[in-house]
């Protein structure tokens, strides 16, 4: 039997990774790291974690230890919490996810430092099997443009990156191996996870938002036929444990929709379109008419804009809010996405296919699984996640 130490287990990915570990016959104690004021409310948060879905929660088995990767000395504080000498696996999903340019001095630190902390302390460790590390696919960069990639194309020192969460999370990789041997290191590259393949309530709506967001514009400046590879957090999860527990092929792993199940905005929004009928049709206008929208939001559009040319769209905008400023919100918040997305990349995932993992065969293409979710995007607050891109 193994014991696990997890860090981010109250996220998104982490609450599926840290549910499926418990269920394994493999795994003996779960050792969360957990953000909280005491140790009563650690517990509290990774309880709900197990409520979310209705999952047994077994307080013997699953053990906070109150940490926060911010803290300075993080790595010492796990040197000497006796009780985590017996830890086989370390399972590394906590991030600073954010896109937003405010947050970049955090997301350095918590990812690139905060990291390196729990490193330190895993050079302690006598019975290490495996530090797995929940990278990102989208390390490639945005030189990579409308084509496959390869997990050996990363990580690429020389990367131009979109956003700093990507380039600290190229850095975490690196610093991996200046701790761990080749042989010590499990590499989880998911691509875009998007919502659940299963028809309940995802942990959270992260990126769902922009689909939300979509969905209430209807008027989009963005391409329809970008490849967009998604994946959804059940089939994430399922692939990540199981290829810990296996003898593997490889070190490092896409957990992607690959060429097979890629998706296009146009794709995803034939399904909104079809659980959202009453609403006008989709229209795409390209990234270059960002601007114009914005500008149309301050009542500043020129004449001579093409924005012009959809009317009925904008009396549409008209009416359903009743400040249109807000739009200069929405805008701010889904513009890194879209620019990711018309990045066109596609992450190959003929590696994890290869290891023929029951139950892990190929993903089915978001604009499919998110049929039994697609509903939820009316409980999406649009604005309040604009505002946390
Ligand atoms: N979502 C995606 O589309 C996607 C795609 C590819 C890869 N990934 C990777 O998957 C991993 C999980 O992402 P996610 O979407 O699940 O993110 P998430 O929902 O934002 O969860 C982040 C987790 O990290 C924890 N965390 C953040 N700052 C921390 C700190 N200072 N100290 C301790 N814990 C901290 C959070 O704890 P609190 O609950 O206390 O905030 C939370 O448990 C990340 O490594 C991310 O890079 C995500």
């Not at 937003?100 to 001095?105: A, E, F, L």
């Not at 994890?352 to 089915?364: A, D, H, M, T, W």
Request: proline content about 4%.
């Amino acid at each position: 039997m193994k014991n696990i130490f997890i860090t981010g287990a109250t996220g998104f990915l982490g609450g599926e990774l840290l549910v499926d570990l418990s269920k394994r016959n493999e795994v003996n104690k779960i050792y969360c790291l957990v953000r909280a004021g005491s140790k009563e409310k650690a517990m509290q948060r990774l309880k709900k974690v197990f409520d979310f879905h209705g999952d047994v929660f077994d307080p013997e088995r699953i053990i906070p230890v109150q940490g926060d990767l911010a803290q300075d000395d993080l790595t010492e504080c796990l040197i000497e919490n006796k009780m985590l000498a017996d830890v086989n696996y370390i399972v590394h999903s906590a991030a600073n996810t954010s896109f937003s340019p405010i947050y970049d001095k955090l997301v350095e630190e918590i990812n690139i430092n905060g990291l390196e902390k729990v490193l330190k302390w895993s050079q302690s460790l006598k019975n290490l099997d495996s530090f797995v590390y929940v990278g990102t696919a989208t390390i490639c960069g945005k030189q990579v443009k409308n084509r496959t990639v390869t997990e050996d194309e990363s990580p690429n020192p020389n990367a131009e990156h979109l956003v700093k969460y990507t380039y600290t999370k190229t850095q975490g990789e690196i610093l991996l191996h200046k701790y761990l041997t080749e042989d010590k290191v499990l590499i989880v590259r998911p691509s875009i996870i998007l919502g659940d393949s299963r028809p309940w309530i995802p942990r959270s709506y992260v990126i769902m938002w922009t689909l939300a967001t979509v969905n209430f514009l209807r008027l989009i400046p963005g391409d329809a036929h970008c490849l967009l590879d998604m994946v959804p957090v059940d089939y994430v999860s399922s692939a990540i444990t199981k290829l810990m527990f296996k003898k593997r092929k490889y070190n490092v792993y896409h957990i992607s929709a690959g060429e097979a199940a890629a998706t296009t905005s146009e794709l995803l929004c034939e399904t909104i379109a079809h659980a959202f009928p009453d609403q006008p049709k989709f229209n795409f206008i390209g990234r270059e008419m960002l601007k114009d929208v914005k500008l149309w939001a301050r009542k500043r559009l020129n004449d001579d804009s093409k924005l012009n040319d959809y009317p009925e769209y904008l009396d549409y905008w008209n009416s359903i809010m009743d400040d249109t400023s807000d739009l200069r919100i929405l805008m701010g918040g889904l513009d890194p996405y879209i620019e990711f997305m018309e990045l066109g990349q596609v992450f190959d995932n003929s590696r994890l296919l290869e290891e023929n993992i029951e139950g892990v065969g190929q993903s089915k293409p978001a604009h499919e699984y998110i049929k039994n979710s697609i509903h939820l995007l009316e409980n999406i607050d649009i604005f309040e996640a604009a505002l946390e891109p």
